[in-house]
């Protein structure tokens, strides 16, 4: 399977500096110019299909890359941003991130948490879309940890940070 992973288009939050975590935020107007810029990027790849968070952020900008193609976007919860609680609206840095992973409060989803959803979803899609192209269209933190499942890193710090995942950049695996 051929694998193209990429993050939303911007919004006000990401220009603000908050976690948004599952906080169903829009896109502004220059993530859509983001998600037409990668539409056009790719418009000569074969896609058979496009998965999205079901997050508004995600699914807008999986339908401007659609449009036109006679894709499908098909909305998987599992590929959906990571639950920070209380802390989505918060301008935090990155280094903050790691000490609410492992605070234990109630609505942070855990590292253990979020590791069973990404594999249940590379579980499913592999069978299901083994000899396709697939687009995901999600958020980075869980683009993060995708990358990490797939070269078998474990989720920490030291690993996720060697990645960068812009809004609309876009990694390609063959898996």
Same mark, same amino acid.
């Given at each position: 399977?051929?694998?193209?992973?990429?993050?939303? %288009?911007?919004?006000?939050?990401?220009?603000?500096?908050?976690?948004?975590?599952?906080?169903?935020?829009?896109?502004?107007?220059?993530?859509?110019?983001?998600?037409?810029?990668?539409?056009?990027?790719?418009? /000569?790849? /074969?896609?058979?299909?496009?998965?999205?968070?079901?997050?508004?952020?995600?699914?807008?900008?999986?339908?401007?890359?659609?449009?036109?193609?006679?894709?499908?976007?098909?909305? =998987?919860? =599992?590929? *959906?941003?990571?639950? $920070?609680?209380?802390?989505?609206?918060?301008?935090?840095?990155?280094?903050? $991130?790691?000490?609410?992973?492992?605070?234990?409060?109630? %609505?942070?989803?855990?590292?253990?948490? $979020?590791?069973?959803? *990404?594999?249940?979803? $590379?579980?499913?899609?592999?069978?299901?879309?083994?000899?396709?192209?697939?687009?995901?269209?999600?958020?980075?933190?869980?683009?993060?940890?995708?990358?990490?499942?797939?070269?078998?890193?474990?989720?920490?710090?030291?690993?996720?940070?060697?990645?960068? *995942?812009?809004?609309?950049?876009?990694?390609?695996?063959?898996?």
């Amino acid at each position: 399977m051929r694998l193209l992973l990429t993050r939303h %288009g911007q919004t006000d939050w990401n220009v603000q500096g908050k976690a948004q975590g599952r906080t169903d935020t829009e896109l502004n107007s220059t993530g859509i110019e983001q998600a037409k810029r990668l539409a056009e990027k790719i418009k /000569n790849y /074969n896609i058979d299909i496009i998965i999205s968070s079901p997050l508004k952020r995600a699914r807008k900008t999986a339908e401007i890359i659609a449009s036109g193609r006679g894709i499908s976007v098909i909305c =998987d919860e =599992d590929i *959906i941003e990571r639950s $920070f609680g209380r802390y989505e609206g918060q301008q935090l840095k990155h280094d903050d $991130f790691d000490a609410i992973k492992q605070s234990g409060e109630t %609505g942070v989803e855990t590292d253990s948490e $979020f590791l069973v959803r *990404i594999k249940r979803f $590379f579980e499913r899609i592999k069978k299901e879309y083994k000899d396709k192209t697939v687009l995901i269209v999600t958020h980075k933190g869980t683009a993060l940890g995708m990358c990490c499942y797939i070269e078998g890193l474990p989720i920490f710090k030291e690993n996720t940070g060697k990645y960068k *995942i812009e809004n609309c950049s876009i990694l390609e695996y063959e898996i």
